[in-house]
């Protein structure tokens, strides 16, 4: 077993050295750096163009998805030995979405072999952007409180209503979305997870401004869309089941970003002969709880190869988004003026600090993670 | 009685939308509504009556800028009719005395130019001003001037032979440079070089050498005005969290029907509470007892400073998303409690002073 | 009006130099120094008698009530000058009970002629020490689930139950209780307010330990106890309403001693040399919330010239609850090791401590209070 | 499974009750207890297993004493099986060897002695063993020293010419005054004096001049250890308390379906979780790296000490008046938690090494 493993990382990192393009080295994370793909994807340079499509080729670009599908068909200790050696080379990802993120699980678990045929090789590949349709208007946390309407005609859906933060909408090709399919159903039994193409006639998008600046979030408008009916996932009126298996990933998605370190990020430097004690302690605690949360999201890695983390994956939303909060009001402070001052001395800190401000909202919000922590884990009464 | 009026007036002439209106347009002043609070003696509100002023107090300043934290007024109210005014009624002079008229007129804006890195810490100005013949020579930097781009004039804070020394100069004299400051809450700042900035013996507020006999109370009395705006912005942000725990119905309810909502909400409104008398007391004591109202007044700034980032952050979660768009007006308060969170010295700066003063 | 309060003040003055004397006049306010009255009651001292003597005869233990009822009649001006000359001799209060706090508001709204002729006298004078009996075992928040019966038999009541949470139950003469007089009714309107004659056959007393050591605080158990009807406060069934009366009256006593300061208390000196920034801005921010509470307790008794502060009193006993036990975990992290043990360097603080712990419970919890003030004050749906 | 056979263990043969035996009957150590753990090779878990030890390591160690900590064991488990084991296996002699066999067979308690004032501070140890012939004269005080009455020796931290020694002493040794601590968590503490103590060079464990050598590895530690047996007295608190939630009724339900307490719980443990992690990392870290285990044990100790702090107070919060009785147990957790959260170092001083560490 270890020697098939040894003998794949040789594999791997000969693969990597002849493969990944030099350009694709220089470990670039951020925003600007992440190629989502899409029909309207501009490749910011040839080395991300062939990355991706030679990453695509070996499947890499979803390491664990059966290889008939656009995978690699990895176990899941081959691909922790791919991502520790990309890693190595600080290789950027070749490719990101909500597709490989969301619908590809839902997808892996509800869809049908057609579906998966049809919709998931085009993620592999990035050709297809997809984005997510969950929230509306005035639903908030109660995410099945769906109005949109999906009215089945024959052998297709009418689609109308509204969506709201459905990230890079404007910039999607299709949409995976929750709609009302059976509007006489109790609340979660009559909901769809319906896939629809962002080009068909009657949708559209709008952007949002968030407080921290311009957003990739949109609201997007269904007017008469035509939808064909076996765009469903899962059985029609049962979205909700799909829905909430969607949601436990987003959650752990979500945390993952989490915490992060003080340290690292210079505000030693920014509070150097600082002697105010309120700084100064509100920074260390931060430090300690951040590197706590760091270690915890490696045991619950760990935990979850054995088993599912569950419903505790609401911790890591929880208290992964609150510290990213707190981690942002303390750079703010240590910051002081020069941090006030939109691209300022502080680059997008005060908009990093501002737009944190959305991580216990989005995927759940705090509140609803603690009343799951209350009733599934702790086993309060509801 | 006053705070009545000032509502009734803020309501219609600078509700939140005023606000909005100004940073969509790109400005961070309105000529207009500094007018029309000179006309009804705001701009005086601590000017002598011999000078054209109300003189209405610290207490009614406070009154006043509560009122304006409500709903976020723009305007220089603080650094010239609260700062700046109790900074030349320190002089007894006819210069001072005509700044004064102008003040309460409504006629002259003036900054406060103090802070040289990104915390408040006037004792430690580095920049300079040299003997030069009769007068000075100015040269270095200034940063978060509150109002810096739309004032008039400037009071600046430089090191001295043997102290530091208060200047009150005009923007326009030569070798003065203002650049706008982009802060996140779209109200005037800027910074300001000097250069070799020439100023004579009639440019010095009080005595060369010996600023802080004038600035000490300006500050002071700034920095309670400012936590009483600043407890304006808690009560503002905290009214419309409470009106849309009633309104907003989630799960089938109101939101204001879940306990933790409700406990958190009533624990805000405690903080507010306690926050309120620190900030009246402030008013008060400079009133009463201004040369022993230091610990008084950064009690105020740091409890209001602690209130309203605690209610602008309840604020932003309990609306949900909603109250992260830019459409909302709950994100700006949050930008407003943080600017002036920072303003006139922080949490940790005013706790040390409360703290050096309790023996603690 | 000015000019006869000024001569009060003169009058009162005189009279408290003529009068106090001098042992009385060191502001001892400890509990070893406290006058409580009573059948048993020992006086420290000679003076301590004399000076209840005197102060009760000019009906000043009880300055605002009626001097019909052993009272002082003086209005709320006049008790303002009596209690601040007082405090400028430095003199201890002449008498504390519970009768005084508690029983005689209730009498004096609640009560008939007669019980007020018959009851409030004692009380002023220091003859007769009364103990509350609401709480039960099991009952917790819920003071209106009162177990304990009073059976009505013609002219009297059979009562039987238990009490918990009776001050000094053990030294009380008299308890006032809330008694379940009819079981078939709703929770809130089958309670009795009942005054009961601790030395009665059937009623009998045991002490509680605390987490924090002895205390004053006891069980108190009634076996077929006889109390004659008429000494039912208020009417029958309708106790709930003299208890929600005294409950207002109970939270502001309880908040009054809420808050206290650091500075003054030699936590200065604990810190001293101490650079660790966490202990010094919790010790920092304590003092200032402190001194804001300071300053809101007076604000809210300016308030309570004018009017009620009515629910918005439970912010006191929220608030000052809550700040006293941080300030007391401030002075054990700033003791150390030393502050550890039991009646060491630092006295009665580890006791303090602990016991502190019970102030956010007692006289109604902190969850309630919130509860109260969500409600009551900001008007949020129940 | 080491924790489920501890668990089983102490269920019977140390729950809550014991201690408050111990303490009712005026007793701070119960020496049949302490054999028990030595046979079942818990005295041994850090003693090699040529000296008889079983040799398990940290990690192992602070699974027993997170164990211990559920029910508030009373035993010189830190002190003699973590601490001074971990001192003793840094010297490679006869004397530590025969040591750390009398730690494996339960026959020998160590105290550690360190503190001379209110707050941890090794480095900063003032007491002094001044040169005397070939040995020493030790004279001063010690306080906070743990199972110091229970103690056959003590390590004792002094200063010398160069720097600081660690000696080795038994308790009985001339000149050495034992005074027992009256603790609120009911356990074994005791201040030693030391007049004029006389030590050889074979008392001193290590180095002359060089204690940390040997103590660093001993306290890092005793620190997992205690933080762990910390996270177990936060998760016996929270266990007592989520079952009282879901049992005690109010207004006609369970106390659980209040959302703001449900919340708290639900925060409470999310703490718990979180602080896991810390402590298990500590004890990896000790097993696996241990001279770079500095920054994991702090982690462990100020997160461990934060939370087992939470975990009590909400403990007696939403026990009510019960949990504030002595005859219920929560108050044992309370006072517990606040020694342990002082002892080794209290959050402060962990969390100054931690910013140091990370350059904070």
């Known amino acids: 077993m270890t020697e098939a493993l040894d003998a794949f990382r040789a594999e791997v990192r000969d693969w990597l050295e002849a493969n990944c393009p030099e350009e694709m080295r220089d470990g670039g994370s951020g925003e600007e750096n992440i190629c989502w793909g899409g029909k309207r994807w501009q490749f910011q340079s040839e080395a991300q163009k062939v990355w991706l499509e030679r990453m695509a080729a070996k499947g890499w670009t979803v390491p664990t998805w059966p290889k008939d599908y656009g995978g690699g068909g990895l176990s899941r200790d081959e691909d922790k030995i791919l991502q520790s050696e990309m890693r190595r080379i600080k290789a950027r990802s070749p490719l990101q979405s909500f597709g490989i993120w969301m619908l590809g699980p839902a997808l892996l678990h509800f869809g049908t072999h057609e579906q998966k045929a049809h919709y998931l090789p085009p993620i592999a590949r990035g050709e297809v952007r997809w984005c997510q349709g ?5 639903a908030g946390s109660d995410l099945a409180s769906v109005q949109s309407r999906a009215e089945p005609r024959g052998d297709h859906f009418v689609v109308n209503g509204q969506k709201v933060w459905t990230s890079y909408a404007d910039k999607a090709d299709w949409i995976f979305a929750l709609l009302r399919t059976d509007k006489d159903a109790p609340k ?11 080009s068909s006639e009657g949708v559209s998008t709008r952007p949002i401004r968030l407080i921290s600046g311009s957003s990739p979030f949109c609201e997007t408008f269904f007017d008469d869309v035509k939808v064909p009916r076996e765009q469903v996932v899962g059985e029609e009126n049962r979205g909700w089941d799909v829905a909430k298996y969607l949601l436990t990933h987003e959650r752990e998605m979500i945390s993952g970003g989490g915490g992060g370190l003080l340290g690292g990020r210079g505000v030693g430097a920014m509070l150097d002969g600082a002697d105010d004690p309120v700084l100064r302690a509100g920074a260390m605690t931060c430090e300690i709880d951040a590197l706590a949360m760091g270690l915890t999201l490696e045991r619950y890695k760990d935990m979850a190869k054995t088993g599912s983390v569950g419903d505790a994956s609401a911790m890591l939303k929880y208290y992964g988004t609150e510290l990213n909060k707190r981690r942002n009001e303390v750079m703010m402070l240590a910051g002081g003026s020069d941090a006030l001052e939109w691209d300022g001395a502080h680059g997008s800190l005060p908009a990093d600090w501002l737009r944190s401000k959305a991580n216990s909202i989005e995927g759940g919000t705090s509140e609803v993670m603690l009343s799951i922590i209350s009733r599934r884990v702790l086993g309060l009464p509801a | 009685m006053l705070a009545d009026s000032a509502r009734g007036f803020l309501d219609d002439a600078a509700p939140v939308s005023h606000l909005r209106g100004l940073r969509d347009a790109g400005k961070v002043h309105d000529p207009a509504l500094w007018a029309q609070m000179a006309e009804m003696g705001w701009t005086g509100v601590l000017v002598p009556e011999e000078a054209g002023g109300a003189d209405m107090g610290h207490a009614a300043a406070g009154i006043l800028a509560g009122e304006m934290g409500k709903t976020l007024v723009c305007s220089p109210f603080i650094g010239t009719a609260v700062i700046a005014a109790t900074a030349l ?3 007894a002079n006819d210069r001072a005395s005509a700044a004064l008229r102008g003040i309460a007129e409504g006629k002259t804006i003036y900054a406060l130019a103090v802070d040289e890195g990104p915390k408040h810490d006037p004792d430690a100005a580095q920049m300079e001003a040299v003997a030069d013949g009769n007068g ?14 739309s004032a008039d004039r400037v009071l600046v804070l430089a090191r001295t032979g043997e102290g530091l020394t208060l200047f009150d100069l ?28 020439a100023a004579t013996g009639d440019d010095v507020l009080g005595q060369v050498d010996d600023a802080m006999t004038v600035l000490r109370p300006a500050l002071e009395a700034g920095q309670a005005a400012l936590a009483a705006e600043m407890g304006g912005v808690a009560a503002g942000a905290f009214a419309m969290t409470v009106e849309y725990l009633k309104e907003r119905k989630q799960f089938g309810v109101p939101i204001g029907m879940f306990q933790a909502l409700q406990h958190r909400a009533a624990h805000l409104w405690c903080e507010t509470e306690v926050t309120a008398s620190a900030i009246a007391h402030a008013g008060r004591k400079l009133d009463e007892d201004p040369a022993q109202a230091t610990l008084a007044v950064s009690l105020a700034k740091a409890r209001a400073t602690q209130t309203v980032t605690l209610a602008v952050q309840e604020g932003v979660q309990m609306h949900g998303g909603i109250g992260m768009t830019d459409a909302f007006d709950m994100g700006f308060y949050m930008k407003r409690a943080r600017v002036a969170a920072e303003w006139l010295g922080d949490y940790g700066y005013h706790a040390a002073i409360v703290a050096r003063l309790r023996e603690i």
Chains 1, 3 share one sequence.
């Open chain 1, 134 to 138: 969950y929230s509306e208007p005035g």
């Open chain 1, 188 to 198: 979660h039994k009559g909901i769809s997870f319906v896939l629809i193409d962002m």
């Open chain 2, 89 to 91: 009624r320190q002089v």
């Open chain 2, 136 to 149: 000075f020579r100015i040269s270095g930097a200034k940063t978060f001037v509150c109002d810096g781009m």
């Open chain 2, 170 to 197: 005009p923007t326009d004299r030569d070798g003065i440079t203002r650049s706008a400051m982009s802060l996140v809450d779209s109200r005037d700042a800027a910074r300001i070089t000097f250069d070799a900035v």
